[in-house]
């Protein structure tokens, strides 16, 4: 009964949405080039209108998507695994009132599609085929989204930047000599070039929001345990949470809407459609430095006061103050947490092969050295970890007493050039650059907070994007989203293009 009551709620919520959001104008057609164009103008949402409608069918969406994904992906390298003809086999079949209508879209290639095989960026992964989607996955498909395929990451997501041996490095369609960032860069990538409008991804430290700032496109992480569950035993990892990366605040807000659980084990109230801005003004604490004390680059910082006096100009009050964070102890912690699966792998790989993981030709070198690096730290390390996480939690929990949110960068740096952080990195030098890629995100991921990354300024030396950070206290996603909307409204971003998209096929 209880299970028919979130079914309906659900349901309910969703007819709902399709209602307020059926508001766009209806455009005309007159070739296929000039559809294959004016569909870049419509996010997500917009198209899900026009289909709807019937201005332009699910196929033709989904077939524009495909033939771009196709001209740009042999430089971008975005994609792992292709699923356009399921994509097109299912289109009869698709639900139909739902809030994205057939509307094309990307999976991480670190979550299980039933049927499709999930990589995790790894060779030793090419043949591993989960046979049924996860509960998240599943909502998406309810919510009437078309799944194209699997993007690119590195190697069981180990780095913040998007590299691997089995398909190599995912390029910034901003910049080709650059990365996309990492985890989930190649979902990041596929949105900034406009093969999809939106794509999931998973963010464990970071992993969300700094391809998005590198990509100048909108991330976000929610609250942990906020929605429905993104993993095969129905739970959820204590760092991890599942969302996407898009090019506008409401396809977002609405797939966050589309896949919460109204019975989440946090105890949060549903967020719901998040639709706009809120009137109340907010106070927010600035940190210009890293956790470990570090300034960023000149060309980040000038952004984040940028960013600063936008907010100004909207009302809210803005009070700078140093990093509250201690670097050393979050990264014990977090890597404590994050690595305790490492030693189980090399296990199993050593095991499968008969020698060591190191000659086994099935893990890049980097993964092997991370896991040797975690067979070295204390039995304890995940326990203390998460006791340290508990600790900064209630720190967090005083701090958001007094301020509403905390705004940093996302990462000190511009996008990096590809090869700046690899698989074949050494050790010492790849921990010490993911630890500074990681150095603002990582708290959000400790303390459960939801956090997102906003596109609104490019640097003034190179035109790249820099993403400027914004975490809430835990459970208030709603708002993150409302201030997301004024921002966009103020600063937009949407038709900003990268040089290497789709804007520059038509």
């Not at 079949?93 to 995790?120: A, H, M, Q, Y």
Request: charged share 15%; aromatic share 6%; with cysteine.
């Amino acid at each position: 009964m209880q299970q028919r009551s979130l079914a309906l709620s659900r349901r309910s919520v969703l007819k709902a949405m399709v209602a307020a959001l059926s508001t766009t104008a209806l455009p005309s057609f007159a070739s296929t080039q000039s559809m294959q164009r004016q569909l870049l103008d419509y996010d997500a949402v917009g198209l899900a209108h026009l289909i709807r409608n019937k201005s332009v069918s699910a196929k033709e969406v989904i077939e524009a998507s495909i033939a771009r994904s196709d001209a740009l992906d042999g430089s971008i390298n975005a994609l792992t695994t292709r699923t356009f003809e399921r994509a097109l086999s299912r289109v009869g079949d698709l639900p139909s009132g739902t809030v994205f209508e057939g509307v094309p879209t990307l999976l991480k290639d670190l979550i299980d599609l039933g049927g499709v095989r999930r990589t995790n960026g790894s060779l030793l992964h090419l043949a591993n085929v989960p046979k049924k989607s996860v509960a998240f996955v599943e909502a998406m498909e309810r919510a009437g989204l078309s799944i194209l395929g699997m993007t690119n990451a590195p190697e069981f997501a180990s780095g913040a930047l998007t590299d691997n041996v089995a398909f190599g490095a995912t390029h910034n369609p901003w910049d080709l000599s650059c990365n996309s960032g990492g985890s989930s860069g190649g979902s990041a990538a596929a949105v900034a070039a406009g093969y999809v409008p939106l794509a999931q991804g998973t963010d464990g430290g970071g992993s969300n929001r700094i391809p998005s700032s590198c990509c100048g496109i909108f991330g976000m992480k929610a609250s942990r345990y906020r929605q429905l569950s993104g993993e095969a035993d129905g739970g959820h990892y204590f760092l991890r949470t599942h969302q996407c990366m898009s090019r506008t605040v409401r396809d977002s807000a609405t797939l966050l809407a589309a896949t919460e659980n109204p019975s989440n084990s946090a105890g949060y109230q549903p967020v719901g459609l998040v639709e706009g801005p809120a009137k109340r003004r907010l106070r927010i604490a600035v940190s210009i430095e890293n956790s470990f004390g570090q300034q960023p680059d000149k060309t980040v910082a000038e952004a984040i006061y940028r960013t600063i006096k936008l907010c100004e100009s909207l009302g809210h009050e803005v009070i700078e103050l140093p990093n509250p964070v201690a670097g050393e102890q979050l990264f014990s912690a977090s890597e404590g947490i994050m690595l305790a699966p490492m030693p189980s792998l090399i296990a199993q790989v050593e095991s499968l092969v008969g020698g060591p993981a190191e000659t086994s030709g099935l893990l890049t070198q980097a993964t092997v050295d991370m896991a040797r690096y975690s067979q070295r730290l204390p039995k304890d390390a995940r326990q203390n970890g998460l006791v340290y996480f508990e600790q900064l939690t209630r720190e967090f929990g005083q701090f958001f007493a007094t301020y509403d949110l905390w705004l940093t960068p996302t990462i000190p740096i511009e996008p990096p050039k590809n090869g700046y952080l690899s698989h074949d990195t050494p050790f010492d030098l790849a921990l010490i650059r993911n630890r500074q890629l990681l150095g603002y995100t990582m708290t959000a991921n400790g303390i459960g907070a939801p956090a997102m990354s906003v596109p609104l300024f490019q640097s003034s030396a190179t035109g790249l994007p820099i993403g400027s950070h914004f975490m809430a206290a835990p459970g208030n996603d709603r708002m993150l989203y409302e201030l997301a909307f004024e921002l966009e409204a103020a600063q937009p971003w949407a038709q900003r293009w990268a040089p290497h998209s789709a804007m520059s096929l038509t």
